[in-house]
């Protein structure tokens, strides 16, 4: 079976091999960049199947270059964890929020990475061979990545996305905000319970022009849930 190629995308060199080493040691091929270009250069050329992304980087910062890679069809299905002193909630918020698939803050265990990309590989993986789910004329295509209502597109934000993919794969079924955390953002990462709900806000406002923000429930002390079924009257 072939390695796994994962990116590496610091400007500190340092860093760049004490990471490199560690992937080495659990198999992984390894590819490096220290700035955006070369990064953007390396993904279009080498296809990675995993980007771990400094924040910080010369010229353009890691968090624009994540936000691009999301934009492109061609590149917004690669995964991305980010690398980062800033421990701040803001700054966690706003790596999630262009897409990135988790974040990690320095200084941090090679151990714990590791164990991070191969949960964000898992996650990816089944994601990506999953068949496309219609409920009732609204479309969600893994492959392709698309959303479409009644056969017009949705725009949808990366988070929006993952977290409607999710409600769509696990129909019918409450689900706590600490739960939709863990599932869609991962386990390890801490951000707020409020958070969820401004996604919420976010994909019923996507899906409202089409009659499909009624899919997305509140369940009153519980959370969401995702139904087809009219909610009973309080």
Known sequence: MSKHKILIVDDEPAIREMVAVALE????EVLEAENAQQAH???????????LLDWMLPAVSGIELARRLKRDDS???????MLTAKSEEDNKIQGLDVGADDYITKPFSTRELISRIKAVLRRTSVTGAEKAIDVEGLCLDPISHRITANGEPVDMGPTEYRLLEFFMSHQERAYSR???LDQVWGANVYVEDRTIDVHIRRVRKALAPYGFDRFIQTVRGTGYRFSTKTPRAS
Not at 25 to 28: C, I, K, P, R, T
Not at 41 to 51: F, G, H, N, Q, Y
């Open 25 to 28: 040691l659990a198999d992984f």
């Open 75 to 81: 590149t917004s299905e690669i995964p991305i964890i």
């Open 41 to 51: 250069e390396v993904i279009v050329d080498a296809r990675p199947e995993l980007v």
């Open 178 to 180: 600490t739960q939709l």
